[in-house]
């Protein structure tokens, strides 16, 4: 037999194995494969991927240079993964590619670029004297970084407040470390402002609190305000690096606290629309709450254990 009239029975052969898996989705929406896909709009789904791979890049390359102490190259990288993964939702956005691989592909790559590289930096770089303490703050770090973007991931509501995040945002945090190495080029002798640069932006990620998001500032629809804003950024940034990189980094994280201080005043001299509408409550996705036949009544105890619980029709989250 020749090798060309061999080559379509192997053709065939490959087809009945593929034919023979089915990839299947969490949610049960129907997955094609990118194989089946036309080449251009494979190229296109794919292209916000290529993003994300080089935020991941460029947070390994950080750990490494901490390592090698070149404290200042590792900052700048981590910076350059901050750009990278804004880069990458917005092309997502722009090309109509936003797929649940995605998402999980980007939140893994900010587990690398915003949770171990930053705690790596913190590690080598604020607390090279205090070896069990720079353990336990490059731990916590990590620790509240991946709970950060795991509840990201099993809390995303499309019918939420697309203006708020709900904690602190991961890169805004390592904003916060990138910003404290570029001000004091040196490793810190005392721990109190590594705990300030890394304890408390670490904590702030895995709580509650609502964080604005600056998508409606550098958004396509309002092209004067992202362009002053942006060069007024860049400008600060030749002139005066290190003071913009604070003002910036620390400016964010006190957006918080000082949105609750100034709700009051903002609502009434702006409208309702200045300030976050109160908080949904959501049935949880780590732990589905379960019926309880004292509370609901005689309807818990008739329905079907094997049904999925959703919210009370008494709850007001379903309303």
């Known amino acids: 037999m020749s090798e060309d009239a061999g080559r379509p029975r192997a053709r065939r052969a490959r087809q009945r194995v593929v034919r023979g898996w089915r990839l299947v989705s969490q949610t049960g929406a129907r997955v094609v494969p990118?194989?089946?896909?036309?080449?251009?709009?494979?190229?296109?789904?794919?292209?916000?991927?290529?993003?994300?791979?080089?935020?991941?890049?460029?947070?390994?390359?950080?750990v490494l240079m901490a390592f090698q102490g070149r404290f200042g190259v590792a900052a700048v990288l981590i910076a350059a993964s901050i750009v990278l993964d804004i880069s990458d939702g917005a092309v997502a956005r722009a090309v109509g590619a936003i797929t649940p691989f995605g998402l999980q592909f980007d939140s893994l790559a900010d587990l690398v670029s915003f949770g171990i590289a930053p705690a790596v930096l913190v590690y080598t770089w604020a607390l090279p004297s205090y070896p069990q303490w720079a353990w336990t703050g490059a731990m916590f770090w990590l620790a509240c970084a991946a709970y950060r973007l795991a509840r990201f991931n099993v809390t995303i509501d499309p019918m939420a407040d697309k203006r708020y995040f709900i904690g602190l945002p991961s890169p805004g945090a390592a904003g916060v470390v990138?910003?404290?190495?570029?001000?004091?080029?040196?490793?810190?002798?005392?721990?109190?402002?590594?705990?300030?640069?890394?304890?408390?932006?670490?904590?702030?990620m895995a709580t509650s609190y609502r964080f604005r998001s600056f998508r409606g500032l550098l958004s396509?629809?309002?092209?004067?305000?992202?362009?002053?804003?942006?060069?007024?950024?860049?400008?600060?940034?030749?002139?005066?690096?290190?003071?913009?990189?604070?003002?910036?980094?620390?400016?964010?994280?006190?957006?918080?606290?000082?949105?609750?201080?100034?709700?009051?005043?903002?609502?009434?001299?702006?409208?309702?629309?200045?300030?976050?509408?109160?908080?949904?409550?959501?049935?949880?996705?780590?732990?589905?709450?379960?019926?309880?036949?004292?509370?609901?009544?005689?309807?818990?105890?008739?329905?079907?254990?094997?049904?999925?619980?959703?919210?009370?029709?008494?709850?007001?989250?379903?309303?």
Do not use: H
């Open 34 to 62: 990118l194989s089946r896909v036309n080449p251009r709009v494979r190229a296109k789904v794919m292209l916000p991927s290529l993003f994300t791979l080089g935020n991941m890049v460029c947070g390994f390359s950080a």
């Open 178 to 204: 990138i910003a404290t190495v570029f001000a004091i080029d040196q490793p810190l002798q005392g721990p109190l402002l590594p705990i300030a640069a890394g304890v408390l932006p670490a904590a702030l």
């Open 220 to 319: 396509t629809k309002n092209p004067l305000q992202t362009f002053g804003l942006l060069a007024l950024v860049l400008v600060g940034l030749v002139l005066a690096p290190r003071t913009t990189g604070i003002v910036i980094a620390y400016g964010y994280v006190l957006t918080s606290p000082l949105g609750g201080v100034t709700a009051p005043l903002r609502r009434r001299w702006f409208g309702p629309d200045a300030v976050a509408p109160p908080r949904v409550r959501m049935p949880s996705v780590i732990m589905p709450v379960q019926p309880d036949p004292v509370i609901d009544g005689e309807a818990a105890v008739e329905a079907d254990p094997d049904e999925p619980c959703g919210p009370s029709s008494a709850d007001p989250s379903s309303k």
